[in-house]
Nanobody, 126 residues
């Protein structure tokens, strides 16, 4: 599946953004999907993930501020980001996997579970 992100930008502290990830070549309903953040010099980290059945998982620092959702009809993954902080700054990438290898929703935040990646959209909070 091919993935294209959009919706990033520059926002003030406390502001909001909604990221989108449009899929083509297959339907998102067949995939576990996640959002990851990449900061130069640091490892890619899981932000939020959503399983095929709608189960979700969030990184601790995002709980209560971010919401991941998937619209099968629009073939799109979303990330609603509220109460943004400077430490949320980074390149946000979406990813897809046909399955998780192992048990537990925590795997949704493991970058090694995913095969397909988008190019990312930059989020800057200042």
């Amino acid at each position: 599946v091919q993935l294209v992100e959009s919706g990033g930008g520059s926002v003030q502290v406390g502001g909001s953004l909604r990221l989108s990830c449009v899929a083509s070549g297959d339907t998102v309903g067949r995939y576990c999907m996640g959002w990851f953040r990449q900061v130069p010099g640091k490892a890619r980290e899981g932000v939020a993930g959503i399983d095929k059945d709608g189960s979700t998982r969030y990184a601790d620092s995002m709980k209560g501020r971010f919401i991941i959702s998937k619209d099968n009809a629009e073939n799109t993954l979303y990330l609603q980001m509220d109460c943004l902080k400077p430490e949320d700054t980074g390149m946000y990438l979406c990813a897809a996997a046909t399955r998780m290898y192992g048990l537990g929703v925590a795997l949704l935040l493991d970058k090694y579970q995913y095969n397909d990646w988008g190019q990312g959209t930059q989020v800057t909070v200042s």
